[in-house]
C-alpha cells in the first residue's frame, strides 16, 4: 500500500534522476524538436526521392511487394538502409513520407543522445558531453543527411550504439555488453560494411592491450559479440547469391568502388540489360578543380580517362579488376600512393557534401559547415587518433580512434567524401575536444608557473 512517504520518496527519486539527466534530457529534446521541425516543414524528405534517394525508395517498396523476387541490383548495394525504409513502410503505408521523416529525425537525435553519453563514458571533463551536445544538436552535416532517404543516418545511429556497448564491455567486462555490441555492429554493418574495418582494428589492439586496457575484455567476450555479426553475415552472403547467383558478402559494389579509388574516373557507365551510370561526387567536384586550378596537386588526374565505358553489368569482377590492373600499370606505386593521399583528403576538404553539393538552397551551407569542420577539427582529431597507442587511454579515447583511423583506411582504398565521414562525424568532435581540454590545461598550467616564477622574483 502507498503511503504519503513511499509516494515522496518515489517522487524525489524522480526528481533527483531528472536533475542527474538534466543536460541529456534537455539535449535530446532539442535534437528532436530541431530534426523533426527540419524533415518536416523545412526540407521534407518526401519532396527529394530522386538519384541515391529514388534507389532506396523504389528498392524498399519492391522488397514489401515480393520479399522473394530475384532482382540482380538489389546485389550491388548494402541492403540495410533500405530494410528500414522498407520497415517504416509496413508499419505506416508504402507512399507515408512524413513517417520516413519522423523515422530518420528519431534515428538522428538517439546518434545525439548516444554520442552525449559516450563522452560521458570517455571524457574525464565535465563540461564535454554537454558542449558536445550544444554542438551536436544544430550540427548541419548530420541534420542534413538526415533529410534524405539515404543509409548515413542509420549507419551513424548504430555505430554510436556498438561504441557505447564496446566502451561499457571495456569498463565492466560483462556478457551482455558483447552481445549488444555484435548486434549493434551487425546492424551497422549491413547500412554500410566498412565498419567491418573498425571491428578488425580493435581485434588487433585487443591482441596488444588484452592484459592492460582491455584486460576485462575476454576471448569469449569476443566470441560473443562475432556471434550476431556472423549470422548477419551469413544471411547477407545468402541473400546476395539469392539474386545474382554469385558469391559475395553484404553487396558487390566494393570493386566498383575500387576502380573509382585506384583509377580516379569520375563516371562509370555500364551497358547491360539496362544502362547504369554513377560518379561519385567528390571525383567530379575534382574533375572540375581540375580545370579551375589545373596546376594543383590535388585535382583529378585520370589514370585512363575521366570516364570509362562497358557492355556489361555494373558488378561485373572481371571487367573492373581489368581496369584496375591498367590504372596499377599506368600510374605505377607512386601515383596510386598519390591517389590514396588525394583519396584520404577527401573527407575532409576539396568537396561540399552531396545531396546539398547539387542543390542551390543548401550548397553554401553545407560549404561552410564543411569549412568549420576543416578548420576546427582536423588538426585536433589527428592528435587525438594516437591515443589508441597509448596504455591509458586506448580503452577510452583510444576506441573512438579506432574508428577514424578505419575511416581514413576505407577513404584510401576507396575514394573519400564528406558524406563518408559524417556518420563518424560524434566521434571525430569527442576527440576534439578532449584534445582541446588536454590543450587549455595545459596552457593554464604553464600559465600559473610563470606567473609563480614572477611573483617570486
Not at 538489389?74 to 530494410?83: D, E, L
Not at 548515413?152 to 550504439?161: C, D, G, H
Not at 576485462?216 to 551469413?234: E, F, M, N, S
Not at 590545461?441 to 604553464?446: G, S
Request: charged letters at 15%; a positive charge; one cysteine or more.
Amino acid at each position: 500500500m502507498n503511503t504519503p512517504e513511499t509516494t515522496r520518496s518515489a517522487r524525489a527519486r524522480v526528481v533527483a534522476w531528472l536533475y542527474r539527466h538534466r543536460w541529456l534530457l534537455a539535449i535530446t529534446v532539442a535534437a528532436l524538436v530541431l530534426r523533426l521541425h527540419w524533415n518536416l516543414m523545412v526540407h521534407p524528405l518526401g519532396d527529394y526521392v530522386v538519384s541515391d534517394m529514388r534507389g532506396y525508395d523504389v528498392r524498399s517498396t519492391q522488397l514489401l511487394t515480393n520479399p522473394w523476387k530475384k532482382i540482380e541490383y538489389h546485389g550491388f548495394f548494402p541492403y540495410g538502409a533500405h530494410y528500414v525504409v522498407a520497415a517504416v513502410k509496413w508499419l505506416f503505408g508504402r507512399y507515408n513520407y512524413p513517417a520516413i521523416s519522423v523515422a530518420y529525425a528519431l534515428m538522428g537525435t538517439i546518434t545525439v543522445s548516444l554520442a552525449y553519453l559516450i563522452a560521458a563514458r570517455v571524457s574525464r571533463h565535465a563540461w564535454v558531453p554537454p558542449l558536445l551536445g550544444l554542438i551536436l544538436i544544430p550540427y548541419y552535416p548530420i541534420i542534413s543527411l538526415g533529410g534524405y532517404m539515404l543509409s548515413e543516418i542509420p549507419m551513424a545511429t548504430f555505430a554510436t550504439l556498438a561504441t557505447l556497448y564496446l566502451l561499457k564491455l571495456v569498463d565492466e567486462g560483462k556478457t551482455r555488453h558483447a552481445w549488444a555490441t555484435g548486434v549493434a555492429v551487425s546492424l551497422a554493418m549491413v547500412m554500410r560494411p566498412q565498419i567491418l574495418l573498425s571491428v578488425a582494428l580493435f581485434g588487433i589492439a585487443w591482441l596488444f592491450y588484452r592484459k592492460t586496457a582491455f584486460a576485462k575484455v575476454k576471448l569469449r567476450h569476443l566470441l560473443y559479440a562475432g556471434l550476431p555479426i556472423a549470422l548477419v553475415l551469413a544471411f547477407s552472403a545468402w541473400r546476395v547469391e539469392h539474386h545474382t547467383g554469385r558469391r559475395g558478402l553484404i553487396s558487390e559494389n566494393g570493386t566498383f568502388n575500387q576502380v573509382f579509388g585506384h583509377c580516379h574516373t569520375k563516371m562509370i557507365t555500364a551497358k547491360g540489360k539496362s544502362t547504369i551510370k554513377f560518379g561519385p561526387p567528390p571525383l567530379i567536384q575534382l574533375h572540375r578543380r581540375a580545370t579551375t586550378h589545373p596546376d594543383s596537386w590535388i585535382k583529378l588526374d585520370p589514370a585512363i580517362a575521366p570516364e570509362l565505358n562497358f557492355n556489361g553489368y555494373i558488378a561485373d569482377k572481371e571487367i573492373l579488376r581489368g581496369y584496375l590492373r591498367e590504372c596499377w600499370k599506368r600510374k605505377g606505386l607512386a601515383g596510386q600512393i598519390k591517389y590514396t593521399a588525394i583519396n584520404a583528403v577527401l573527407l575532409v576538404a576539396y568537396n561540399t557534401m552531396w545531396p546539398d553539393s547539387g542543390r542551390g538552397a543548401w550548397r553554401e551551407t553545407a560549404k561552410w559547415w564543411g569549412k568549420q569542420h576543416l578548420y576546427w577539427l582536423t588538426l585536433p582529431t589527428l592528435l587525438g587518433m594516437m591515443t589508441i597507442f597509448r596504455r591509458k587511454t586506448a580503452g577510452r579515447h583510444g576506441i573512438l580512434a579506432i574508428h577514424i583511423w578505419a575511416l581514413i583506411i576505407t577513404a584510401a582504398l576507396f575514394f573519400g567524401d564528406a558524406r563518408l565521414r559524417c556518420p563518424y562525424d560524434p566521434f571525430i568532435i569527442i576527440l576534439a575536444l578532449e584534445v582541446y581540454g588536454f590543450a587549455g590545461a595545459w596552457l593554464w598550467l604553464r600559465a600559473r608557473r610563470l606567473a609563480g616564477k614572477s611573483s617570486a622574483t
